[in-house]
């Protein structure tokens, strides 16, 4: 009697792929808040070579909102990269928290969305670096600004207008009214 086995065989491995993936999403789904003292130190790895650390977190950088705008990797002397500090923007980046039930088990490991050499492209993180970043998120602080004050004033004069189109409206609406009463 034939038995088809590759059937049997399919489904299992179809269904540790489907675990697998709930696993991934699993660990890539926000956390909702991190601790920055713990993030220093973090390992650093690139999606290439996930087993093999390139470096580690030197500093953690925020924007004038707080939010994190990049991170300071802290390539030591691994790779070939030379002991160089470089910026790595946060869309370039995730964090996986292991251990976080516990404060004093907290562990993070960072994952480079790019591989070795595309690190040696991003911005080293040099006295010159930070006061052009600075100078930019400033300018950029400024536009924003004067486009909102622009917004807001365009706003109130539109408002402005349709209020006196309105009143103008119900006076006029009020002199047809009272010509029919009389």
Request: proline fraction near 2%; avoid cysteine.
């Amino acid at each position: 009697m034939f038995r088809d086995t590759s059937r049997p065989t399919a489904l299992a491995g179809a269904l540790l792929a489907a675990g697998l993936t709930w696993a991934a999403a699993a660990q890539a789904a926000p956390q909702g808040l991190y601790s920055a003292d713990e993030l220093l130190d973090a390992d650093v790895y690139t999606q290439a070579d996930p087993e093999r650390s390139i470096g580690e977190v030197e500093d953690v950088l925020l924007d004038d909102d707080m939010r994190l705008r990049a991170l300071v990797i802290d390539s030591g002397s691994l790779l070939d990269l030379g002991e160089k500090q470089y910026v790595v923007e946060a869309d370039q980046f995730k964090v996986e928290t292991r251990h976080g039930e516990r404060l004093e088990d907290i562990e993070y490991r960072v994952t480079l969305n790019l591989d070795a050499a595309s690190l040696r492209d991003q911005p080293e993180y040099t006295d010159g670096w930070w006061n052009q970043a600075r100078q930019r998120m400033r300018d950029a602080w400024a536009d924003t600004r004067e486009g909102a004050a622009s917004a807001w004033e365009t706003t109130q004069e539109g408002a402005s207008t349709a209020l006196d189109r309105i009143g103008q409206a119900l006076q006029s609406a009020g002199e047809s009214a009272q010509k029919a009463a009389e």
